[in-house]
């Protein structure tokens, strides 16, 4: 590390010879975020409608990519032409902007997020093309293995750098704004405007100066890391030493216990069929990142034919990710099946789906090309985010068919519903279940939100369906009071309650919340019963100081009530309240 920091400014200096164009499209792309901030008067979405500003936030940073891109596929080539940097950068140019164009002319959302997904895919594509590009011509992916093992110590080291850098400067500036007494000081958007140089310029330069020689990457043979570390211990004056290899006698057996662990969490969850989706997602994309380094590690034992305990341990551990995968996939569809499905739930699946082609596929061909695991990852990506498979149409068609499913269910055949039929529709429905209410309320709200024009042939496009809808999805409201008190008139006794009530001791009726505080004496086990009401127009009007019923007065310093979904899928109700009771 400390060789690679002198090699630096030399390297600086070879990488505006390799990548002209890409440093300066990084210049480009810090010039672009500081005129986005010196117009920070718009909001997001103000820029999203002008034509200048949305296109400034993603042309620039990835033109600067494929001219990265193309200079390295340029040189695995041997080749200096100035022709194909010319094309694609002035490809992207026309691209970009005619994105931006039809982003800001058109005021549907479908279109709008189609094509928000196309620049998502172009930048996906430019990533894989950076990633495998000036090595796909090659018989074996030894290349692309030495290339990626040799630019991570200078993407890490370039990252130390800028975050330095970034803290030392936003020091200064900070001492500077502090000595001023102005009260729009300038420092305040130097801040920003450092950040925005660190994060587009100083970065990616210093990263790209770190980009080895395709060349070199060609030439060289892989060969296993030394992981080989040396204890000396010095005990009555005989020196003792050992050696021992920290990825296989720490990295791996901690593996091992960990993928136990998960084995042992996941069969229990599908025996119980208790599938918590999020935990059993995150536990087997970390055994992947797992999978993936030993695999990283081990590939220069991987690709000899000879048999060596680094190869059979490398494809042994491989396949341990099989299973927790498999679970997440179970638990994914059981969640859209009960839930219905949403976008992040499709992207979970499909990210499912890839993996479990590319461990088949892996197990067929034992080694499987790193170009294919790109040609297949580039095919979901393109039918996930373009074309009649696409997350918005397949969601947007499921979310429509379950609310004519449910209409259907219901009785009602006669559409568009009138907004007195919708609020009936709703309410009946949320009455008799709870959970399906719940799930159709947030489709409604999503599409209406989306303008999908699909919808209103169900409901009235006219009425506010957000509003209609709301009040059938999770609940909570809080208000809260200054904490002084003073004892009232014809009052001589108090008492400080901080008390949570549950779900059976609520009721409501005519938009009115009613609940009986038991008040239990210190010297008996008895008990005197004080009932409150709290109307919905106060929760609204977040008004709620003072509780008053025969006998008592409650001074209200903190009351919150939830409602919510419970996992058998049935509504359940709480309440939170904190404050001075007095009585008489």
Known sequence: MLKLLKEYPSLILAAFKRFPLAIAFAFLTSVAFSYLFTIRDYNLVSIRDHLFPFW???????????????SLIQESRKSTRKTPQILTSVSWLVISFTLSILYVSTDNFGDKQSIGHTIIYIYCIIGLAACFGPFWNQKNDNA??????KICAPV??????????????????????????????????????????????????????GIPSIDKCIEENPTLKNFTTTIKLKIRSKQFSFSFDCFKHIFLPLYAIYIVVVHIYDITALQEWNLPTGTIFSLAYVALICVF????????????PERSSEKTIARVLSYTCIFPFV??????????????????????LAFCIFLCIVVILDCITK???????????????????????????????????????????????????SEKDTKKFFSDLWDKDGHTASIIAYQVKMLHFQSIKELYRFFPEK??????????????????????????????????????????????????????????????????VFSFYVPKQNWLDKDIKVLE??????????????QWENEKHQRERGLRLRGMLFME
């Not at 692309?144 to 093992?149: D, G, M, T």
């Open 56 to 70: 400034a936030t993603f042309y620039p940073v990835a033109a600067m990519l494929i001219a990265l891109t193309t």
């Open 144 to 149: 692309l293995w030495f290339f990626h093992n």
């Open 156 to 209: 890490l080291m370039s990252f130390g750098v800028t975050v330095l850098f970034i803290i030392v400067t936003f020091a200064l500036l900070v001492a500077i704004i502090a000595l001023s007494n102005g009260s729009r000081d300038p420092g305040l958007s130097a801040l920003a405007l450092t950040f925005f140089f660190s994060v587009f310029t100083i970065f990616p330069v210093l990263c790209m100066a």
């Open 293 to 304: 380094i030993i695999q990283n590690e081990y590939y220069p034992a991987i690709i000899k």
């Open 327 to 348: 679970t997440a996939t179970i638990a994914i569809i059981q969640r859209i099946s009960e839930y219905g499905i949403t976008p992040s739930r499709f992207n979970a």
């Open 367 to 417: 080694t499987i090309p790193s170009k294919y695991v790109a040609i297949i990852l580039c095919v979901i990506a393109t039918v996930s985010l373009i074309g009649p498979f696409s997350e918005t149409n397949i969601i947007r068609n499921a979310w429509l068919k379950n609310i004519e499913k449910t209409l259907v269910n219901e009785g009602y055949t006669a559409y568009p519903l």
């Open 463 to 528: 009425s506010n369906l957000s509003n209609i809808v709301k009040k059938y999805r999770s609940i909570s409201r809080t208000v809260e009071n200054d904490k002084l008190h003073t004892m009232p008139e014809n009052f001589s006794k108090f008492a400080y309650v901080d008390y949570t009530f549950k779900h059976e001791d609520l009721v409501t009726r005519n938009d009115t919340l009613f609940f009986n505080y038991p008040l239990k004496d210190i010297d008996s086990t008895s008990s005197k």
């Open 549 to 562: 019923t025969e006998g008592a007065r409650f001074e209200v310093e903190f009351i919150k009530f939830a």
